[in-house]
C-alpha cells in the first residue's frame, strides 16, 4: 500500500504503540489500550468540527470468546495468528525495545502453522540480518515458500534477490518469473520491478510499452514511484532508451506540462517540486498543480493533494477537504488512497471515526493490492476480538 513503502505506515492501527511503550519487557493488552486511548486523545477534531464519537477501547476480558486476545497467550496455545501478530509487537518493540530473536522464533512457529504472511517476515528479518543472523540463502527458501502459497511479496522479494545475485547466483530470467508471479498476486511492488527489467531489458526482452502498462498498473496500485516512472515513459515516447535517466525525464516533464498541459506530466512536475528533488521546493506551485490535474480527473494529484491537507504542508490542516480527495481517488480507483481514507476513519483522524466503514475501505484495497494494510488491519481485528468483521 508509500508508497506503497508508503502504505504501511498509513494505517498501522495496532502499530501506534511505537509511541507508547511500557517499562521494558514483553508487550501486553495494557499497551494496546494505553496506547489506543493515546491516540484517540491526539486525533480529535479540529475546533470548530463535530467532535468524533469514540470507541471505547477493549475490556480487559483476556481470551474471552469474543474479546480481546492476548497474542502470548493465544501462540503459547498454538493460534498462529497470534505468533505472527506477537513476532510483529517484538519486531517493532511495542512495550519496549525490539527484540529480534523473539520476533524470528514467533514468525518460526507461525510459519510452520501455514501463516504465510509469517514466513515473508521471517525471510526478510533473515535476509538482512535483524534477526540471530544474516543469511539471503535461506530467506530464498523463505520467500519462495511464502511465494508457492500465495503472499505475493514473497515472490517480489525471492525476484530481487534473484536479480541481484543474494543467496545464490543472478538469474534475470527467474527474476522476471517472479516479479511476474508477485505482480499478478496483487504485490504493487512487482509491477514495478518487473517493469524495470523490461524497461532496459535485463533477464528478458526490452519492451518499453509493457514497461509503461505495469508502471500505470501498479501506480493506480498504490506504488507511488511507479506513478513517476510512468510519467518518464509518458515523455520519453517511443524511444525509451534513455528513459531511465531521471534528470532528462525531469527536464521532459516540464516541457510537456507547460507546452501541452498534460495532466500527468503536470502531476509529476508538482511532485518533483513538492520535494524539492531535481527542482527548487515549491509547495505553492505543487499545490496548484495537482488541484488542476485533480480537478481534471488525475486521481494520483488528487491523492498527493490529500496529502498535504492531511498533514498541512503548504495549507492548513483540513481532515475533512483530504478525506473527500481520498474519496474522490478512491472512487478512481486509486487503492493508496482507499488505504488512507480508511486509515482516518479507523482513527478518528480529522474525521468521525467509523471503524466498519474504515474496514470495508482498506479491505476494498486488501482485495487488490499488496496487503501493506491488511496486516495492520489483521492486527486491529484480531486484538480487538472482531475477527469476524475482517474475514
Known amino acids: 500500500m508509500g508508497g506503497l513503502d508508503r502504505v504501511v505506515g498509513c494505517l498501522m492501527v495496532a502499530m501506534v504503540l511505537l509511541a507508547c511503550s511500557s517499562v521494558g519487557g514483553r508487550p501486553t493488552l495494557d499497551d494496546w489500550r494505553a496506547a489506543d486511548q493515546a491516540r484517540r486523545l491526539a486525533n480529535r477534531s479540529p475546533v470548530g468540527m463535530p467532535e468524533a464519537q469514540p470507541v471505547e477501547p477493549p475490556q480487559p476480558v483476556s481470551e474471552k470468546p469474543g474479546g480481546p486476545r492476548d497474542p502470548h497467550v493465544g501462540c503459547n496455545a498454538g493460534d498462529p495468528v497470534a505468533c505472527l501478530l506477537l513476532g510483529m509487537l ?36 533473515t535476509e538482512k540480518g535483524s534477526g540471530p543472523t544474516a543469511d539471503a540463502k535461506a530467506a530464498r527458501l523463505l520467500y519462495a515458500r511464502a511465494c508457492d502459497g500465495g503472499e505475493a511479496r514473497g515472490c517480489s522479494n525471492l525476484g530481487y534477490l534473484y536479480e541481484h545475485g543474494r543467496g545464490g547466483e543472478v538469474d534475470g530470467v527467474a527474476a522476471a518469473e517472479n516479479y511476474r508471479r508477485a505482480c499478478a498476486g496483487g504485490a504493487m511492488i512487482g509491477c514495478n520491478n518487473l517493469a524495470q527489467l523490461l524497461l532496459v531489458g535485463t533477464g528478458i526482452k526490452q519492451d518499453c510499452a509493457a514497461a509503461a502498462d505495469l508502471f500505470a498498473q501498479a501506480c493506480r496500485g498504490g506504488y507511488l514511484r511507479s506513478c513517476i516512472r510512468q510519467a518518464w515513459l509518458l515523455v520519453a515516447g517511443e524511444d525509451c532508451a534513455d528513459a531511465d535517466d531521471e534528470a532528462l525525464a525531469v527536464e521532459r516533464i516540464k516541457t510537456r506540462c507547460n507546452a501541452d498541459a498534460d495532466m500527468v506530466a503536470c502531476t509529476a512536475l508538482a511532485q518533483y517540486k513538492e520535494h524539492g528533488r531535481l527542482l527548487e521546493q515549491d509547495l505553492g506551485d505543487a499545490l496548484f498543480q495537482y488541484e488542476d490535474a485533480c480537478q481534471e480527473g488525475i486521481p494520483w494529484a488528487c491523492n498527493n493533494l490529500a496529502n498535504l491537507y492531511r498533514r498541512g504542508e503548504g495549507v492548513p490542516v483540513d481532515g475533512p477537504r483530504a478525506a473527500n480527495l481520498y474519496a474522490q481517488a478512491c472512487q478512481a480507483g486509486f487503492l493508496a488512497s482507499c488505504v488512507d481514507l480508511g486509515a482516518m476513519m479507523v482513527n478518528g483522524d480529522g474525521v468521525a471515526r467509523n471503524v466498519n466503514e474504515g474496514i470495508i475501505l482498506i479491505r476494498r484495497a486488501c482485495g487488490s493490492t499488496t496487503n501493506f494494510s491488511c496486516v495492520s488491519l489483521l492486527s486491529f481485528c484480531h486484538l480487538a476480538g472482531i475477527q469476524s468483521a475482517c474475514d
Not at 100 to 112: F, V
Open 90 to 125: 517484538y519486531e517493532r518493540g511495542v512495550g519496549g525495545s525490539p527484540q529480534m530473536d523473539e520476533a524470528a522464533e514467533a514468525y518460526g512457529k507461525s510459519c510452520d502453522a501455514g501463516q504465510l504472511l509469517a514466513c515473508y517476515n521471517l525471510g526478510v528479518l
